[in-house]
Nanobody
Framework: QVQLVESGGGLVQPGGSLRLSCAAS????????MYWVRQAPGKGREWVSA????????YYRESVKGRFTMSRDNAKNTLYLQMNSLKSEDTAVYYC????????????????WGQGTQVTVSS
Protein backbone atom coordinates (compact mmCIF):
# COMPACT_ATOMS: atom_id res chain seq x y z
CA GLN A 1 0.00 0.00 0.00
CA VAL A 2 1.47 3.30 -1.10
CA GLN A 3 1.71 5.91 1.64
CA LEU A 4 2.98 9.47 1.38
CA VAL A 5 2.92 11.47 4.60
CA GLU A 6 3.81 15.15 4.55
CA SER A 7 4.90 17.18 7.55
CA GLY A 8 6.57 20.46 8.40
CA GLY A 9 3.91 22.95 7.43
CA GLY A 10 2.83 25.85 9.60
CA LEU A 11 2.40 29.59 9.92
CA VAL A 12 5.37 31.74 8.93
CA GLN A 13 5.89 35.43 8.32
CA PRO A 14 6.73 36.74 4.86
CA GLY A 15 10.43 36.28 4.23
CA GLY A 16 10.60 33.29 6.53
CA SER A 17 11.50 29.69 5.88
CA LEU A 18 9.99 26.24 6.28
CA ARG A 19 11.19 22.76 5.49
CA LEU A 20 8.63 20.21 4.40
CA SER A 21 9.20 16.47 4.58
CA CYS A 22 7.42 13.56 2.96
CA ALA A 23 7.84 10.03 4.28
CA ALA A 24 7.22 7.44 1.58
CA SER A 25 6.42 3.73 1.82
CA UNK A 26 4.79 0.93 -0.16
CA UNK A 27 6.70 1.45 -3.39
CA UNK A 28 10.30 1.59 -4.59
CA UNK A 29 11.05 5.17 -3.65
CA UNK A 30 14.56 5.18 -5.13
CA UNK A 31 13.16 4.33 -8.58
CA UNK A 32 10.44 6.97 -8.53
CA UNK A 33 10.12 10.49 -9.84
CA MET A 34 8.77 12.62 -7.03
CA TYR A 35 6.87 15.88 -7.00
CA TRP A 36 5.71 18.66 -4.75
CA VAL A 37 2.35 20.08 -5.70
CA ARG A 38 0.32 22.81 -3.99
CA GLN A 39 -3.22 24.03 -3.88
CA ALA A 40 -4.03 27.55 -2.78
CA PRO A 41 -7.47 28.48 -1.42
CA GLY A 42 -9.99 28.63 -4.23
CA LYS A 43 -7.50 27.48 -6.85
CA GLY A 44 -6.55 24.27 -8.56
CA ARG A 45 -3.50 22.21 -7.79
CA GLU A 46 -0.29 23.40 -9.37
CA TRP A 47 3.03 21.70 -9.86
CA VAL A 48 5.83 23.17 -7.73
CA SER A 49 8.87 20.99 -8.28
CA ALA A 50 10.12 17.62 -9.48
CA UNK A 51 13.14 15.47 -8.78
CA UNK A 52 14.68 12.54 -10.62
CA UNK A 53 14.83 9.12 -8.92
CA UNK A 54 18.50 9.48 -8.08
CA UNK A 55 18.12 13.07 -6.94
CA UNK A 56 20.60 14.43 -9.44
CA UNK A 57 18.23 16.77 -11.22
CA UNK A 58 15.48 19.05 -9.98
CA TYR A 59 12.94 21.20 -11.75
CA TYR A 60 10.92 24.14 -10.43
CA ARG A 61 8.06 26.32 -11.50
CA GLU A 62 9.24 29.80 -12.33
CA SER A 63 7.69 31.51 -9.30
CA VAL A 64 9.70 29.46 -6.79
CA LYS A 65 13.05 29.25 -8.55
CA GLY A 66 15.86 30.51 -6.36
CA ARG A 67 13.69 30.27 -3.24
CA PHE A 68 12.71 26.59 -3.00
CA THR A 69 15.05 23.60 -2.99
CA MET A 70 13.79 20.06 -3.45
CA SER A 71 15.87 17.09 -2.33
CA ARG A 72 15.54 13.46 -1.35
CA ASP A 73 17.20 10.88 0.85
CA ASN A 74 16.68 7.49 -0.78
CA ALA A 75 18.19 5.69 2.21
CA LYS A 76 15.42 7.15 4.37
CA ASN A 77 12.65 7.09 1.75
CA THR A 78 12.09 10.76 2.43
CA LEU A 79 11.48 13.77 0.24
CA TYR A 80 12.14 17.37 1.26
CA LEU A 81 11.23 20.88 0.20
CA GLN A 82 13.23 23.74 1.69
CA MET A 83 11.28 26.93 1.24
CA ASN A 84 13.02 30.26 1.80
CA SER A 85 11.95 33.87 1.29
CA LEU A 86 8.33 32.82 1.57
CA LYS A 87 5.65 35.07 0.17
CA SER A 88 1.94 35.34 0.87
CA GLU A 89 1.24 33.81 -2.53
CA ASP A 90 3.00 30.63 -1.37
CA THR A 91 0.13 30.00 1.04
CA ALA A 92 -1.35 26.64 0.11
CA VAL A 93 -1.70 23.00 1.06
CA TYR A 94 1.46 21.27 -0.11
CA TYR A 95 1.34 17.67 -1.30
CA CYS A 96 4.02 15.21 -2.28
CA UNK A 97 3.29 12.80 -5.09
CA UNK A 98 4.97 10.14 -7.17
CA UNK A 99 4.42 9.71 -10.85
CA UNK A 100 5.71 9.55 -14.39
CA UNK A 101 8.89 11.33 -15.47
CA UNK A 102 8.67 15.09 -15.80
CA UNK A 103 8.87 16.64 -19.24
CA UNK A 104 9.14 20.40 -19.58
CA UNK A 105 6.05 21.90 -21.18
CA UNK A 106 3.83 18.96 -20.30
CA UNK A 107 1.57 18.52 -17.30
CA UNK A 108 3.10 16.05 -14.84
CA UNK A 109 1.28 12.76 -14.43
CA UNK A 110 0.86 11.74 -10.80
CA UNK A 111 0.11 8.29 -9.39
CA UNK A 112 -0.36 8.76 -5.64
CA TRP A 113 -0.73 11.75 -3.33
CA GLY A 114 -0.26 12.38 0.33
CA GLN A 115 -2.80 14.13 2.52
CA GLY A 116 -0.97 17.42 2.39
CA THR A 117 0.43 19.90 4.88
CA GLN A 118 -0.79 23.48 5.27
CA VAL A 119 1.64 26.33 4.71
CA THR A 120 0.39 29.79 5.64
CA VAL A 121 2.52 32.86 5.00
CA SER A 122 1.14 35.84 6.83
CA SER A 123 2.21 38.66 9.11
Amino acid sequence: QVQLVESGGGLVQPGGSLRLSCAASGFTFSNSWMYWVRQAPGKGREWVSAITPGGGHTYYRESVKGRFTMSRDNAKNTLYLQMNSLKSEDTAVYYCANGAPYYSGYNPQYDYWGQGTQVTVSS
